[in-house]
């Protein structure tokens, strides 16, 4: 449902005209443009990302709060701090569907052991680590609540996704291969997108496709919903964002430089293109389908990244006028014709 928190795989910011200059296609004027609203912190919150949402004004992330990486929620635009369990020095939050229920890692520094978790109306509920595998991260959770975590060994050696299915039952234990080599998403129907070396496959039920680059030579998903794959291609001198409506070929997303996350109808987050450096990606883009939208940045920061593509139409991200590794303020973006 939601791409992966990005936190640590960004280089540090571009300068702020250069990026502003990207985020501003010629035709913006006429496009339909999303503006933000900035949610307050908690109190002694540094900063971080938001990753997920309920699709109904529910907005989660992983934020440093009196020095603790945890989760925080926003409802009725006002966070709540949902705390670190007894035994754990560190939570991170990487997806939120429409119940309202979050996926993510948590860790133990004394062990040096990492455990997915979901986290509810009751709290959270750790999941055992399966056998022959040290930690495991949460990846993403659909509707219907099946979990999708990857599993690794301390000492290195292949991998493996899990999935959890809601239904019960053991865990789905789907070992690393060429094809199958990184889990980056789940569907509603239990497909599972992987990140291969030149392209992404799904999985379902032990079945696998891939997913075309052509017309490019490379491709990559990173989030699908409805079947609906979205991620980056390379297209003439650098990375286009792209998007797959079916396995076959792939599609273009104009003015955008990588797609980070789909809606359930179509609306896609993303961040354009900055080929002048020194970071790949600049700010925040949106597209309905393959139609491009405007995203305004907030107010007095120069940096702002749209990482979620809500159920309700919104976007959700953060602003800074620092390093993207660190993350920023809370932003939400709403549709306004």
Known sequence: MKTRFWGRLVAPVVAAVSVAVLAQPADAAIRIGWRPTVLPLPPGASGGFLTGSDGKGEYTGTFVVNGVQQVVSWRNGQPVVRG???GYERVDANDENSSGVVVGTIHDYETMSSQVYTLDASGY?????PAGYDYVDGIAINTRGDVLGLARRSTGGDGAAVLWRAAGGDPV????TPDTYYARDLDDDGTILFTTGNSSTLWKDGVIR???PSPSGWAAGYAIRNGIVVGTRSWGSSGQAARWSTPDSTTG???GGIALSVNKAGLTAGLVPNPSGPV???NGAVWRGTAPGRVQGPSGYT????RVAADDGTLAGFATNGS???GGVPVIWRLTP
């Open 210 to 212: 891939r997913l075309s």
């Open 125 to 129: 509920h750790i999941k055992a680590v």
């Open 253 to 255: 997303l104009e003015g």
């Open 280 to 282: 790949i990606y600049g």
């Open 173 to 176: 234990i789907i070992p690393e």
């Open 84 to 86: 670190v369990p007894s």
């Open 303 to 306: 940096v702002f990244e749209t």
């Open 324 to 326: 993207r590794d660190a």
